[in-house]
């Protein structure tokens, strides 16, 4: 059975964080458009109609909640899964605070496999 390929945007401020995601991403065979930055983000909006979206929720001067509230806004969007990116975890490894219009949570760094494991239940 093949895989069929997924559009995914990625909105993530760290530069080799959206390296790791987008070469990741590709090599499962998906196409990944990428954005440094709130408004790069929100733009790609008005012309990709992703399957999933991942968002940084600590972005200098933005915060990734409001907009993760304002993708649900999107006419069309409001059904995409959005997984959030975050450093911040309790204890156990696992995110404490409830994450608004997010339909999971991807801890950073990045572990290669623990990451495609846990977005393919996303993109099945």
Do not use: W
């Not at 070469?23 to 990428?34: A, C, F, Q, R, T």
């Not at 990116?85 to 696992?94: F, M, P, R, S």
Request: proline share 4%; hydrophobic share 40%; aromatic share 4%.
């Amino acid at each position: 059975m093949s895989k069929k390929t997924k559009t995914i945007i990625c909105i993530e401020a760290n530069a080799i964080n959206r390296y790791i995601i987008k070469k990741l991403l590709e090599s499962e065979g998906h196409v990944v458009h990428d954005a440094e930055t709130k408004k790069a983000g929100l733009d790609l909006f008005r012309t990709v109609e992703p399957d999933l979206i991942l968002i940084d929720l600590h972005m200098p001067g933005v915060d990734g909640y409001a907009i993760t509230q304002h993708i649900r806004s999107i006419n069309g969007l409001t059904e995409v899964p959005i997984l959030a990116l975050t450093t911040h975890v309790g204890i156990d490894g696992h995110n404490k605070t409830p994450i608004s219009g997010c339909e999971g949570c991807i801890h950073k760094p990045i572990d290669a496999q623990v990451f495609i494991n846990h977005l393919s239940q996303f993109l099945s």
